[in-house]
């Protein structure tokens, strides 16, 4: 890779090659923060964005990917992680536990190993979106392999 890239990005291409798997990040100067920044910049709809969402179930550090067009349920990912208390944590935890900032949380790459509880609307397109290690870096991925390169679980996390 070019020494123009992130070292977050070469993380995540380099673990995504140990899962087999070859990715092409993109960047996106004036960002992909949000889900909506995001299917703007690519050009695809915003339930095509994967939103990495970092929760603390009963104090177990948790990850969620939530298709962009969704709400997160707390309710729904504390009982799918077998626990009763779903609470938000700070930026700080998020480094620790991934090694990213929030809005860079990619699939895989992570300083840690942890849960995956993934939305299954994300399975409803050819190809999703998820952040390559920073604000700016993103990659597609085949629904399917995204869920087998994260280890996670589909399970219902809408909110209704």
Known sequence: MSSDVHPNVTRV??????????IEPRRFPDGTK????????????IGQIVKSLIFAVDGDVVLAYVSGANQLDEKKLATAAGGSKCSR????????????????????????????????????????????????????IEPHKLIEASRGALTDLKRT
């Open 89 to 140: 944590v700070d930026a700080d935890v998020v480094r620790e536990a991934t090694g990213f900032p929030i809005g860079g949380v990619p699939p895989f790459g992570h300083t840690t190993q942890l849960r995956v509880f993934i939305d299954p609307d994300l399975l409803q397109w050819p190809e999703v979106w998820a952040a390559a290690g920073t604000w700016n870096d993103v990659f597609g």
């Open 34 to 45: 949000t889900a909506a920044d995001a299917a703007s910049a690519i050009g695809v709809d």
């Open 13 to 22: 291409v380099e673990a995504a090659k140990l899962l087999g798997l070859t």
